[in-house]
């Protein structure tokens, strides 16, 4: 480990098209799992992932992935974001299977947890992936950017969503097909950011912004969520509804402009040339 915080231990199960991917703390226990694609938006979901389990002190270096390959824009990604990437051999992942079926250790489990409990329990026997070409490094630059702006957004929306619990519950049920960190969510947030004003917004009003980002199905998402903005709660006074709308509305705008810059990055990635 590189301090005092948690690590992570990734087992990253890949195929063509997909990652199959476990995430454990360094006792074994199971964090989450999860099937991320192939490209800039599978890594762009391992890094919030990560940052929702590593909390707001996590080290980079503090996570560890065993994947089946060392090569690949993937595996360079991973590099670049400094997490400490080892590269193995499908037959050893296969030995060590068996070896822990030979010990009554339940073996029925996939290659990603196999591999996540490789790194966690025989990573000094296993080979780091190297990425040190100048190629490399550029790679570097962009990703770890990436990786930054990917991390700081979840951890900007852990606040609003924490914010939001405490003056206006609604938001976040009316919200949640939408994911309360895409723009057009947050452009109804800020709109109407305390529970009174929220409850008069029209459906032509709601409809105006899906349509302007491309929503599918948009009257009846548009009614779903005037409904739900409607439905009755706990009211506090005015000045703290007012003090909590505001707090609310910085954090919907700053999740806006990160979302501005996640996408400018990657498409800057997704330029960047393979080793």
């Given at each position: 480990m590189t301090g005092e915080g948690l690590l992570l231990l990734i087992g990253d199960d890949w195929a063509e098209d997909h990652h199959d991917v476990e995430i454990q703390d360094e006792t074994g226990r199971k964090l989450a799992a999860a099937n991320l694609p192939e490209g800039v938006a599978g890594i762009a979901k391992l890094h919030e992932l990560l940052a929702r389990h590593g909390g707001e002190d996590l080290d980079p270096g503090e996570v560890v992935v065993g994947i089946e390959t060392d090569r690949g824009s993937w595996v360079q990604a991973l590099i670049a974001s400094d997490y400490q990437v080892y590269a193995i051999n499908p037959r050893q992942v296969a030995r060590f299977k068996e070896?822990?079926?030979?010990?009554?250790?339940?073996?029925?489990?996939?290659?990603?947890?196999?591999?996540?409990?490789?790194?966690?329990?025989?990573?000094?026997?296993?080979?780091?992936?190297?990425?040190?070409?100048?190629?490399?490094?550029?790679?570097?630059?962009?990703?770890?950017?990436?990786?930054?702006?990917?991390?700081?957004?979840?951890?900007?929306?852990?606040?609003?969503?924490?914010?939001?619990?405490?003056?206006?519950?609604?938001?976040?049920?009316?919200?949640?097909?939408?994911?309360l960190t895409s723009t057009d969510a947050l452009e109804l947030l800020i709109k109407a950011p305390a529970p009174a004003a929220a409850a008069k917004l029209t459906r032509t009003q709601i409809t105006a912004v899906l349509t302007r980002h491309r929503r599918h199905n948009r009257a009846a998402k548009a009614a779903t969520i005037q409904t739900a903005l409607r439905e009755r709660q706990l009211g506090l006074p005015e000045p703290v509804t007012a003090a909590y709308a505001a707090t609310a509305t910085a954090h919907a705008r700053l999740i806006i402009a990160l979302n501005e810059q996640i996408a400018a990055m990657e498409e800057q990635v997704k330029t960047m040339p393979v080793n």
């Open positions: 070896r822990y079926a030979s010990s009554g250790a339940k073996s029925d489990k996939g290659d990603a947890h196999a591999l996540a409990d490789m790194v966690r329990i025989d990573r000094a026997q296993l080979r780091p992936v190297a990425g040190d070409s100048e190629q490399a490094q550029a790679v570097k630059v962009v990703a770890r950017a990436h990786q930054t702006l990917i991390w700081e957004r979840t951890r900007t929306f852990q606040r609003l969503r924490t914010t939001l619990r405490e003056y206006f519950p609604a938001a976040l049920n009316a919200y949640a097909d939408l994911t």
